[in-house]
C-alpha cells in the first residue's frame, strides 16, 4: 500500500469532518506523514453588512483560528509529530482546491461526504466538486 507523505483534512466539525479528522489522524500516524488541516471561512455565509466590517471578519478568522488549534492538539495527543492549521476564506470547494493544495501540496486530501455549514443547500456538494477537481488523491469519508 502506498505511503502518503503530507495528508491535508478539512475541518469544520460536522460529523462526516470528524469522521475524516479522526481517519487522516490513524494515516498521518501509520504513514508518519505531515498532517496539514484547512477550514474554510465561507465569506458567503456572512452578509454584506458583515463583510464590509474588516474588525468583524478579523474576530471571525480569529475565532476559526483559535478553534483550529484544538484539532492540532488533539491530533499531537493521538501520536501525529507534525501537525500545521490552515484557515482560508472563500467558498470551501474551490478555495480547497484552486488555493490550498497548490499552495500545500498534499499527496492526500480526506474530506467528510456532508458539511455542517450552509454547503448541503447547494446544487452538488463540496465532496464532489473537490473529488472531481482536486489534482491530488481524494478519500471522502462517510
Request: glycine share 6%; aromatic share 6%.
Amino acid at each position: 500500500m502506498d505511503q502518503f507523505q503530507r495528508i491535508l483534512v478539512g475541518v469544520d466539525d460536522s460529523d462526516d469532518a470528524i469522521l475524516a479528522f479522526r481517519y487522516a489522524i490513524e494515516r498521518a500516524k501509520r504513514d508518519d506523514a505531515q498532517l496539514i488541516l484547512v477550514s474554510v471561512l465561507e465569506t458567503e455565509e456572512i452578509n454584506v453588512y458583515e463583510a464590509l466590517t474588516r474588525d468583524y471578519m478579523h474576530g471571525e478568522k480569529k475565532d476559526l483560528e483559535e478553534h483550529m488549534q484544538k484539532y492540532v492538539e488533539q491530533a499531537k495527543q493521538a501520536g501525529v509529530k507534525d501537525v500545521q492549521a490552515i484557515v482560508a476564506s472563500g467558498d470551501a470547494g474551490e478555495t480547497i482546491v484552486k488555493d490550498v493544495i497548490p499552495h500545500v501540496e498534499p499527496d492526500l486530501l480526506v474530506i467528510g461526504s456532508q458539511s455542517k455549514k450552509g454547503i448541503a443547500r447547494h446544487f452538488g456538494s463540496q465532496a464532489a466538486y473537490m473529488a472531481k477537481y482536486s489534482p491530488t488523491s481524494v478519500m471522502v469519508i462517510r
